[in-house]
């Protein structure tokens, strides 16, 4: 690995002193800010995973809530037999697995068909979980009782988020990120350059897929009952793909510029026009693909462009 | 000595138009080989069997004795094929720096990190772009967008390198400069084919030339011989690009 420079240095010195100040927060509310926070730092990590291959590859996956919802039954079904902790790695595996499962068959096919795939497939688990389960177990749902309480989570879910930005820090200054910056710009050249193009975005597809898995198995008892229409909630995909496009998936922390406001204005909605949140979500998410392709970071960055271009001339005026 | 590369009978069809049909030729070691044709003729398909970007229908390419027309793009690369690109392939997001490591990172000569830096630059160097590395390559000219492709190309130590069309475009005075580069090139004992159309590069630079016509090839040999060939001029004088 390379040293890191001194900026980057900064970076992960403020990165983890955001998240250690995020982690104080159960200790000055245990109500509305907490349970608000949690719903933020599931879609920090949902959408920043989610970006980690979706930024760079510019497929756009719906399986976010096939990922989610295999890592909430992992939990659900184990949680009698295993260690909490355990039931979290397994997640994690199963996650990578099918993410690498579906890489494989799919990446090669172009981004509209991925789409489409990916959807098909989140609604295909969940059929497969609600006939095994109608078939072999008495009840449709499972029950899941720990110890863990809402600050617990939380408190896992900054983990999460800060392994996921950790993560991909450490990914973007890899060759693998060097590769998928390459294969955005043009994947002809990336292949003629000597890069396995479909094993790169494959794995990027199982490392994201396994945070998302580890994200529902932390969720898991938050629910206390688990059926397939919540944890496999195609709703789940939707916000998701809203949130990180709102934000800008070009940088790290581009989607959680669209997770905070997002989130917030979500629930704030859900509590008071409850049957309009599909609305909601149908307009924004027009607006964003429409009005900010790039996101918001995009339009930042794009000012910032025009700003510097403009100070330049006048530099150059002053000068001539 | 086996060839550095070697072409038999490749055929590559595209529905019922063949584009390279029954061609075979070899390269040798340090040679600087000119493929030539009119437009359409297929000498960009031939390259583009030869690099991987697309499977020959039949036949069989070997690099130094070792098939690679069977393995994916990807693979030839690591093998020891780098090429540009006809129509410029730049990376618009990454500077001219980032363009030329993008070769040395995953291609035949690996590096990475500070050492693939001073790689780039020093390439950039060569290819007359010293000082140019953090430019952004879209705000670059065309002949210099050449310059970064070609230093890309250059950055994996390639055992062979193909140039499809690298000099078409440019005007007089960058096109001494572009076949003084090649030249260097051919000097350092790099194995090369190049596409071209410009004769006085072919004139000045090539050992050999192969000569396509309609997927065909109809000439192979010294540069002198071949260009005064009957075949060959009957081809050109029925080509008005040429
Ligand atoms: N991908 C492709 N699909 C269909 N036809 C192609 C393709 N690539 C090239 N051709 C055809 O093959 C022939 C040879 O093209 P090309 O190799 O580009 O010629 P040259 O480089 O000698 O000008 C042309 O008739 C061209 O239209
Ligand atoms: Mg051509």
Redesign the interface.
């Known amino acids: 690995m390379?040293p890191f420079t001194n900026d980057e240095l900064k970076w992960l010195g403020a990165g983890a002193i955001l998240f250690a100040v995020a982690a104080l927060l159960p200790l000055v509310d245990q109500g509305f800010y907490l349970s608000l926070s949690v719903n933020i730092m599931l879609y920090a990590a949902l959408c920043t995973a989610w970006a980690l291959f979706s930024g760079p590859t510019h497929y756009v996956s719906l399986a976010t809530a096939a990922f989610y919802g295999l890592g909430t039954y992992t939990v659900g079904l184990g949680i009698d037999a295993m260690p909490y902790p355990l039931l979290l790695a397994i997640a994690a595996l199963i996650g990578a697995a099918l993410a690498g499962l579906v890489g494989a068959a799919t990446l090669r096919i172009s981004g509209v068909y991925f789409v489409i795939f990916t959807f098909g497939l989140a609604e295909l688990v969940r059929q497969l979980v609600t006939w095994t389960q109608t078939k072999f177990a008495t009840a449709i749902g499972l029950y899941v009782f720990t110890d863990l309480f809402e600050q617990h989570i939380y408190w896992m879910l900054v983990a999460l988020t800060a392994a996921v930005f950790l993560t991909a820090f450490l990914i973007n200054r890899s060759?693998l990120g060097?590769?998928m910056?390459?294969i955005?710009?043009?994947e002809?050249?990336?292949?003629?350059?000597?890069?396995?193009?479909a094993r790169s975005k494959i794995v990027l597809f199982m490392i994201s897929g396994a945070f998302i898995a580890v994200a529902g198995a932390i969720m898991a008892p938050r629910y206390s009952y688990i059926e397939p229409p919540s944890a496999f909630n195609p709703m789940i995909s939707f916000l998701v793909v809203i949130m990180a496009l709102l934000g800008g998936t070009k940088r790290l922390w581009g989607p959680l510029v669209g997770v905070i406001p997002f989130t917030i204005l979500m629930d704030q909605v859900s509590a008071r026009f409850p049957n309009h949140t599909m609305i909601v979500i149908g307009l924004a998410f027009l607006a964003i693909v429409y009005l900010i392709p790039n996101g918001v970071t995009g339009l930042l960055e794009q000012a910032r462009a025009r700003w510097k271009a403009r100070a330049a001339r006048m530099g150059q005026e002053k000068a001539a | 000595m086996t060839a550095a590369l070697s072409v038999r009978a490749a055929t590559k069809s595209f529905g019922g138009l063949v584009a390279v049909n029954e061609v075979s030729f070899d390269v040798r070691q340090g040679e600087l080989l000119g493929l030539i044709g009119p437009n359409g003729s297929g000498k960009t398909t031939m390259l583009n069997l030869i690099s991987g970007a697309l499977k020959p229908t039949r036949g069989e390419i070997a690099l130094s004795g070792e098939r690679i027309s069977d393995l994916p793009a990807h693979r030839i690369a690591q093998k020891g094929v780098a090429r540009t690109f006809q129509l410029v392939r730049v990376l618009p997001s990454l500077d001219a720096e980032g363009n030329v490591m993008a070769g040395a990172v995953f291609g035949h000569m690996r590096s990475w990190g500070a050492e693939a830096h001073k790689l780039a630059r020093a390439l950039l160097g060569r290819v007359g772009l010293a000082g140019k590395g953090h430019m952004p390559v879209d705000a670059m000219t065309y002949i210099d967008q050449k310059r970064v492709e070609l230093a890309r190309a250059l950055a994996g130590n390639p055992r062979v390198l193909l140039l499809d069309e690298w000099l078409a475009g440019l005007n007089p005075t960058e096109l001494k400069l572009g076949i003084a580069l090649i030249d260097d090139l051919r000097r350092e004992g790099r194995t090369i084919i190049m596409v071209e159309h410009v004769m006085d590069a072919i004139r000045s630079l090539c050992d050999r030339c192969v000569v396509m016509n309609s997927g065909r090839k109809i000439a192979d040999g010294d540069v002198e011989t071949v260009l005064g060939d009957p075949e060959v001029v009957a081809a050109y004088l029925g080509d008005a690009d040429a």
């Open positions: 390379t060759r060097f590769a910056q390459i955005g710009n043009d002809t050249v990336a292949r003629h350059v000597g890069i396995d193009t």
